[in-house]
């Protein structure tokens, strides 16, 4: 069993549990999808590769869900599409929370917020927080950032919603200072930060907010090298304890690790089955809790305030992944670059832009307030709130309900063109960037049906310098006019 001696430490196991939507947005259904083959689609395959397997692992003759020991966020359109295709293990999901309160919320769209625009950035959190009410029967205790994206701007808007924590890599702080100074910023090492020093990780960061005194939110810090041993090695059960102990010290203290979840199973088949073990029988045996995320920050409070730089956990460039050809990718062949980034975003900004004057001109006219009721809509979306009742509320005593519900539906599939997922891959004929075109497809054609002119040609002046790797599959117009305008039924 290794080093037995009761260090006292607490070990928290985060994952992020995710999948982009993948429904066809005419058609509400997920295609099939070959590559996940001998599954019809990849929600289909992970599911069976990790979340039904994550809930129900046989742990010295008794079936356990590992969900109840970790600490767990699931991305929305995830849980939209288990509750309709895997009842069973969605409740599992809302069991393990219900048991153990160790659920967070997650921005709705997997949007890399710090790259969002004020209103979506609002929206995007609000509609997260509603997913998270409506599923989990509570209000969060916490939110994780897509990507871990974050700026000073971010932890703003969550602090202004009532969140009270995230989590973020040892990289993504700016400088930090004890909580009781005035000044004395220590600006952290390197570029992005790549050594804390001698400050004290066994507890979160006094995130304040700049101009509300009132408002604050706690920043959990990740240990980046277990981290990298849970997603990139195959560490056991009790290497993962051995670490734990080691980091926490003689006198004990908080280690927290953060992983996608789809690590235990998916990615790494078996790995679910080890963290159980470390989890129901390594941890107990040497001493080392497992906490509630919330209430071990409760229990270990701040003693230093630290500011962030924008950035992810996934990218060395800041955000630049999901914005330029900043070196960051998942492979492809020599010489391909992701140039195509760029022009990709411009072009979905460009659209939104003109989106988003269409819903104050005409919301303007349909709702007692649009862009109040575009959050509010979220509650529509993730089924809490049924339309019949939301419209008497929102919509202007003779306004058009139908029309209303069009101009929101449009700007819902405007949010959903920025999951990250689009950008995040290596090229741009890969499903993922084709899926956010579809998106952007589809919010057109819905303001089309209000009688509005998209402005289709200048969008796809600007897409039509975003170049696949790939000659064959062309530049962004031809994408968009073989796979986009291709798949409309």
Known sequence: MGDQRDGGASLVVHGHFYQPPREDPWTGEVPEQPSAAPYHDWNERITAECYRPITEVEVDGQRVNVLERMSFNVGPTLLSWLEAHHPDVYERFLEADRRTGRGLAQAYGHAILPLCNDRDLRTQVRWGVADFRHRFGRAPDGMWLPETAVSERVLAVLAEEGLRLTILAPT????????????GWEDLSG????????LPTDRPFRWCHPVRPDLALDLVMYDGDLAQSLAFGTPSSQELLDVTIDRAGDDGGMVAVATDGETFGHHKPGAEQMLAHALWVEAPARGVSTPRLAVLVEE???????????????????????????????????????????????????????????????????????WLARDAYGEVVVGARAWDDFAPQHVVEGGSVDEARTLLEAQRFALLMYTSCGWFFNDLAGIETVQI?????????????????????????????????DPNAGDGRRIWVERVDGARP
């Open 300 to 370: 270990r409070p701040p003693t230093h305030q630290a500011v962030v730089r924008t950035s992810a956990w996934s990218c060395a460039h800041g955000v630049g992944r999901w914005l330029t050809d900043c070196g960051c990718h998942t492979g492809g062949q020599a010489g391909w670059t992701q140039a195509w980034r760029e022009p990709l975003r411009h072009a979905l900004d460009r659209y939104r832009d003109w989106a988003e004057e269409v819903m104050s001109r005409r919301g303007g006219v349909l709702f007692v307030d649009p």
């Open 172 to 183: 993504q702080l700016r400088a930090v200072r004890p909580l009781d100074a005035d000044d």
């Open 191 to 198: 570029e992005r930060g790549e050594s804390l020093g001698s």
């Open 437 to 469: 075109l579809q998106y952007a497809a589809r919010s057109m054609d819905l303001h089309r049906d209000l009688g509005e002119e998209p402005p289709v040609e200048a969008f796809l002046a600007e897409l039509a310098l975003a170049r696949s790797n």
